[in-house]
DNA sequence: TATTAAGCGAGACGGTACGTCTCGTCTTAGA
DNA sequence: TCTAAGACGAGACGTACCGTCTCGCTTAATA
């Protein structure tokens, strides 16, 4: 009836202040509970019990499922810029390395995790389109080299024109075709060639 | 002990055949239940409450929380085809009406529901899948019938550059900006003319 | 779609331990639906819906309905043994107190529940089966005592000889035959005296 | 959607008629219900499956549960009389006879199940009551044939001395000590001889 | 150096929902 | 008119999580 005393080796407070050691201990249960039982699995409860944490220290650090999952994906290494000195190419390269790695790691099951929890949580909601933005903004890189190198129309603004290319890999992810190859080839052509017949 | 017997206004059964009236009322339920409480207050149970039916009514006709999801979107009205006489206008009508569509409707709400129960619910991310398929086919008609006006290059194929449209159809919804007057236009413009310098 | 917290008079947990509060309102809440509905009203369900408490509480503590039933029935008071100086008095005494007891209190509704249950769940099976030995062990004692004075033959043992005694307690129980004053008397008098002619 | 035809070798109506085969298969089925799954297992609905008979022909003919349980019951075949010549032989062996009927065909099962539906249910109950009484009755035959040989007391009423009989045959049912070889013999000499000390 | 304050694990708590089972009623289609 | 079939509203089953609360311990910062 009496709580029993924790294991010897077990984590502790270490004083008033936060344990990076449990910390990181969640956000490691976390992301392997997403990458073998993917978001349908995914609980706080089952959280705390592979990390061996209480569930009240990870409502203290993260208020919501939500927020606990955009920590993890956070946490997730991300793709460098390819630079194949051709537009097309580096859009391509680009793509390929994105999905190539929500396919091959935790990353994609983990980002489509913070996706369905934004349909239902505000707050999720608010952070997706907040990161929506920044990826739009980063993505430009790829446009803005292209402008540098009078590849690209004067007229296209990059963020716009990389909304295209985000759109077109959450849909990939989110239709589950990460495995498609040849398919981002001929589709870029069309988004960098456009669709007008020229005069 | 006795269970209750119904009170006399009730539903019940026509005999050993799916009584249409029970349908109905649980798809309105499921329905209006979406548009008040969004996915997150979406249950089945609720539904049954809310439809005066039996859980196990519902689980018989529809096995799983994506199945109702999906009957209930089909069951929205679906867009018109826009047709301006010009393919630009064509797509940014057409964009613009789903996106109003989703506003104001709860087929939005709906969707985002779907989408979302597609990331836990194998059954429904195969729907998704093929749902998006065929939503590309749809919107390819816009395309193919700007090839017929030889508006749009001879190599372009309809569904291919289709599927760029619902891709950004289905990032706006669920980032949220379903709501961005003026957006549409100046992002239309860069699909339509590419992003290539021309010579 | 978020849990509405308790209202704030609640009981709430009082940490990693039982809460006596909580045991006691749902053994009560048990008590009492049993008393008003009989065993055929009884469930878990309105056990906690009656008790305010969640019914995973109860499956944690009572792991079940048989468990949580033969609770409620140790709860109840028992009998004293009476002690008139002569055997046959003290059976007669014994048997219609206990036969008041089950039909002016809830306690011969729960046994029944017991009894009940035990026939169809063999944890309650096991149960019963002990509660009967124990049953014959302390009844036994009004037999010793007719041993102890010389009113009973050298050769009765006195828990064989309680046995024939809870067996007609139960029976009268089960077949609703409580209220049958001056049946005690004459029953009684022929275990007490025997079947046989006397020399 | 629409109903299949049903199997070729189906039992239909016989016209505007009891159908006599229907009866039997349903009293088979549930009978061999109880016996292979208790009464923990048996419900109208299984019955029905198991003598493919609709559930409404069930309810016409037997209202409820307990109904049909009595009406198993009733098919199951009695025991014989004993007669040794000499009552206290008798007495064991009937009840010896009767808790091996128990113990070796589903009889047991069937009466424990009775009991513990007429602990729910009112008509049960009365039922069982009933049933009770005429077992003391034709076991009171027993008493009366000691009476007739002046093995037993003058003033011994038949069906009352059964009453401890039929008593004691239901607790060992009931507590499941129908296999207690030697029990029988010891008890029963405590009824025959009663308690009380001779002078 | 002693006290306080926060963090920590554990786990109980009132709840909601899950998906399944059975209840007893009802209607149909077919013989 | 009776049958097999099975749909129906109702509601209980036992389990999984939710997010909150309290406990007893541990430790760093403060007094």
């Known amino acids: ?13 270490i004083g008033a202040q936060r344990n990076p050691a449990s910390a990181e201990a969640i956000l490691s249960a976390a992301e392997a509970l997403l990458s073998e039982e993917g ?6 409860e089952k959280v705390a019990r592979r990390a061996r944490a209480g569930k009240p220290t990870i409502y203290k650090w993260w208020p919501s499922k939500a927020a606990l999952l955009l920590d993890v994906y956070q946490r997730q290494k991300s793709i460098e ?8 190419d580096d859009i391509i390269q680009f793509i ?18 913070v996706v369905a929890e934004a349909q239902s949580d505000e707050t999720a909601g608010a952070a997706l389109s907040d990161f929506a933005t920044e990826r739009e903004a980063d993505t430009g890189f790829l446009i803005w080299r292209g402008l540098e190198r009078r590849e690209v129309r004067d007229d296209i603004r990059p963020a716009e024109a990389a909304r295209w290319i985000v759109a077109y890999l959450w849909y990939r992810l989110l239709t589950g ?9 001929a589709d870029v052509r069309i988004l960098v060639g456009g669709l007008e017949r020229r005069p």
């Open 177 to 185: 075709q990460l495995a498609a190859p040849g398919m981002t080839r």
């Open 96 to 113: 390929d390395a994105i999905l190539t790695h929500w396919r091959e790691t935790p990353a994609g099951t983990i980002f489509r995790s």
């Open 81 to 88: 810029m390819p630079d194949t000195g051709r537009l097309e």
């Open 1 to 13: 009836m009496m709580p029993e005393p924790p294991p010897p080796n077990a984590r502790r407070s």
């Open 39 to 44: 978001y349908g699995g995914f609980s706080i």
